[in-house]
């Protein structure tokens, strides 16, 4: 069985017929086909940051993006001093 994708839309409308209209959480998930822990979790998510929710498939937040970037430099920086270590370890035994 295969994993069900919903678009923004659809999880935004989902969203206000729970908050705008009143209808319970229960009775949406029930009318949408969408399991209750699921509508739940787009409410919540759609509270904390409305502008920033739901933001699609391959695409990040902000500071999703920029933690990224900060992992990958990290690593790069890593590697740099990893090589750096290994040749002073080299210039160092030819040396003695």
């Given at each position: 069985?295969?994993?069900?994708?919903?678009?923004?839309?659809?999880k935004?409308?989902?969203?206000?017929?729970?908050?705008?209209?009143?209808?319970?959480?229960?009775?949406?998930?029930?009318?949408?086909?969408?399991?209750?822990?699921?509508?739940?979790?787009?409410?919540?998510?759609?509270?904390a940051?409305?502008?920033?929710?739901?933001?699609?498939?391959?695409?990040?937040?902000?500071?999703?993006?920029?933690?990224?970037?900060?992992?990958?430099?990290?690593?790069?920086?890593?590697?740099?001093?990893?090589?750096?270590?290994?040749?002073?370890?080299?210039?160092?035994?030819?040396?003695?």
């Amino acid at each position: 069985m295969e994993r069900r994708k919903f678009g923004r839309e659809f999880k935004i409308e989902a969203v206000r017929l729970v908050k705008e209209r009143g209808v319970s959480v229960a009775q949406a998930a029930r009318d949408l086909d969408v399991h209750e822990n699921v509508l739940r979790k787009w409410v919540k998510e759609f509270g904390a940051d409305p502008a920033q929710a739901f933001p699609g498939l391959g695409q990040m937040k902000p500071e999703q993006l920029e933690i990224e970037r900060l992992r990958r430099e990290v690593a790069k920086l890593k590697a740099e001093r990893d090589i750096l270590k290994k040749a002073a370890a080299y210039f160092a035994r030819e040396s003695i």
